[in-house]
């Protein structure tokens, strides 16, 4: 419906007026042909009881409809009226174009949002703020909030669980695989392959890392059962496959390092070349993966099936 006529400083043009409700075009949209112009909410009502022009009874449809011209548009956004807020004491005359943004702001706006001054810190409209019952809304919110986290506690169980079949149906495939290697040459090299390209595929989703101090490097992690829990986790949760992850996690000790790492004294011996290695971040800790499948052009003695794990007390970037 349009604007009421009676709200705008000075005269209207007729041709300003939507000719359903006779009122000040709002929102407005004309016919194709005859290029009347109506109120969009007006015209749309009329189209639904018959497809005809108000004024000349032309056939039209709501598809046909299109936006008024430019300088029809111009002309209504320097029309000046007074506020929606009048009757609750705004005096702001100004132009249409500005209604919308000034009401929103408006001090006389009764729907105006504004903060609750008695400690709950809701925000609420400025007509119901003396009804406001701050127990009450907060009671309201928290049920709102555990019936959410409800729904999304059912989520995440139904996400496990349908993670949990998939991976019973990949230990399932993996275990026919291998069942099918053993007793067949042929297949043994195409799961070898298949496993060394799964392998291959998880190491290149974890960023690339910078050692800035080998001198960190912490050769027995062993000692601290804590220190290589976590470590293990975060593999599992990286997504390495799990037929690596024990081997990793026991190429983090020196006892299973490669000949060029296997003393304090062959690593200072060998400290130059740890720049040539091709580092992986293992998210969230200070430790590398150094993957075989990333260093192929590593010495024999400096990389180790199928990676090592070296952890840092500091300096990885």
């Not at 400083?9 to 194709?32: F, Y």
């Not at 595929?201 to 910078?210: D, I, S, V």
């Amino acid at each position: 419906m349009g604007i009421e006529i009676n709200r705008f400083q000075g005269e209207v043009d007729e041709e300003l007026l939507c000719p359903i409700c006779s009122s000040v075009l709002e929102n407005p949209l004309q016919a194709p042909h005859c290029e009347h112009a109506f109120c969009s909410a007006c015209i749309h009502e009329w189209l639904s009881r018959q497809p005809t022009c108000p004024v000349d009874r032309q056939n039209i449809t709501p598809p046909q409809l299109r936006p008024v011209p430019r300088i029809l548009r111009n002309l209504l956004y320097r029309l000046q009226l007074t506020c929606d807020n009048s009757v609750y004491g705004c005096t702001a005359i100004l132009k249409l174009d500005a209604l919308e943004s000034h009401v929103q702001e408006c001090e006389f706006n009764p729907k105006r949002p504004v903060p609750c001054e008695l400690g709950c810190g809701l925000v609420v409209p400025k007509d119901e703020l003396k009804e406001h019952n701050c127990v009450r809304e907060l009671r309201s919110l928290m049920q709102a909030q555990q019936s959410k986290l409800v729904e999304v506690q059912a989520e995440v169980a139904e996400s496990k669980f349908q993670m949990g079949e998939q991976k019973r149906e990949l230990q399932l495939l993996k275990d026919y695989m291998l069942a099918m290697r053993n007793a067949n040459p042929s297949l043994r090299i195409l799961a070898d392959q298949m496993e060394a390209d799964e392998v291959r595929r998880w190491a290149e989703t974890l960023p690339k890392a910078r050692v800035l101090r080998w001198g960190g490097m912490i050769s027995t992690p062993d000692t601290v059962l804590q220190l290589q829990a976590m470590i293990k986790r975060a593999l599992s949760e990286s997504g390495c496959p799990p037929h690596i992850i024990q081997d990793l996690m026991e190429n983090a000790h020196e006892r299973r390092w490669p000949t060029g790492l296997s003393s304090l004294e062959i690593r200072q011996l060998n400290r130059r070349q740890y720049e040539n290695y091709v580092c992986r971040r293992i998210p969230g800790k200070q430790a590398v993966a150094v993957m075989a499948c990333d260093n192929g052009h590593m010495n024999p003695d400096m990389i180790l099936e199928p990676g090592l794990i070296m952890i840092f007390a500091h300096g990885v970037e």
